[in-house]
């Protein structure tokens, strides 16, 4: 319910301040610019996100069904990561496109109304879904640990169903 929730908000969001903001936006190459430069950032923090959730160090040590049973949850982590990156690209390219319109067409012309309002939704909700990652990251750092632990717990010959001290 709450992931319902936070989609429904960032898309909602993206479209309300698409439309109020895209009069702002026309004409303004310096905010193309700084929405550009943060949007590519982002992609390549996300690349070394996805490199990392994506390494096999990341497998937790035990047998080869521990280890098939958090496929599926890695691959869930990927997904999600690799919409984000693409999210990110589609942005970036329709402000390229609203950029070659921008001197290739006349002004009054609807096409550039709907690009400027779709790159400012596209960029919010984007923006506003990337507020997911760090609660991603601390539970996939809070896994690692859990499975180092588990690993020390067993080199050790302490049974994982034994209280903690």
Not at 55 to 76: N, V
Not at 129 to 147: G, I, N, V
Request: aromatic share 12%; net charge neutral; glycine share 6%.
């Amino acid at each position: 319910m709450s992931r319902v929730f936070f989609i429904s908000f960032c898309l909602g969001t993206g479209a309300i301040g698409a439309y109020y903001a895209q009069p702002h936006m026309h004409q303004n190459a310096d905010a193309v610019l700084i929405i550009i430069t943060v949007f590519t950032v982002f992609a390549g923090f996300l690349i070394a996100i996805i490199t990392i959730i994506g390494d096999p160090i990341m497998i937790p040590e035990g047998s080869w069904r521990l280890a098939e049973g958090g496929r599926e949850k890695m691959s869930r982590r990927l997904i999600l990561h690799i919409v984000l990156f693409v999210l990110y690209l589609i942005t970036i390219g329709l402000l390229f496109v609203g950029a070659i319109l921008e001197k290739a067409i006349s002004e009054d012309n609807i096409w550039k109304l709907w690009i400027e309002r779709v790159y400012l939704f596209m960029a919010i909700s984007s923006f506003l879904f990337t507020f997911a990652l760090p609660a991603s990251l601390l539970e996939m750092q809070k896994a690692r640990y859990d499975a180092e632990i588990e690993r020390r717990r067993r080199a050790v010959g302490i049974d994982s169903n034994n209280e903690r001290h």
